[in-house]
């Protein structure tokens, strides 16, 4: 799997982009690992768009929860965008649309944080 890291201009929000499969690997340990370092990094807006992601199983929402709950915990905010119609179906049935916050795309995550539309510019 690819992890593709974005970051607006002024790096106050970040936004991880996993691609293919998150089955509990060293695909999933690797988005572990960036939001512990981006957390490290005093980062505090994360968006984790999963449009790019076909599948994922309980271990990738495992990590999707511990990543909401370390932010939430420590006074920041992660958002979930462009989920596919099934992912977004497993998101639905186990009420987990009820402690994310899911947006229809990237641009709407960022404009949720920042109240307007900005550029992103890649890392």
């Not at 970040?14 to 490290?40: K, Q, S």
């Not at 709950?69 to 006074?75: E, I």
């Not at 992912?87 to 109240?115: E, H, P, W, Y």
Request: glycine share 8%; net charge neutral.
């Amino acid at each position: 799997m690819a992890l593709k890291l974005s970051k607006l201009a002024d790096g106050e929000i970040a936004v991880l982009e996993p691609r293919g499969e998150l089955i509990g690997g060293d695909e999933t340990d690797e988005l572990r690992n960036e939001v512990t370092n981006l957390f490290g990094e005093g980062n505090r807006k994360l968006i984790i768009d999963l449009g790019k992601t076909i599948y994922l199983n309980s271990t990738a929402i495992g990590v999707l929860i511990w990543a909401h709950t370390h932010y939430s915990k420590n006074g920041g905010e992660v958002k979930l965008a462009n989920l596919n119609k099934s992912i977004k179906n497993i998101f639905v049935i186990t009420k987990l649309t009820m402690v994310f916050d899911v947006r229809d795309s990237q641009i709407d995550a960022v404009a949720s944080f920042a109240g307007e539309k900005k550029q992103l510019v890649n890392k």
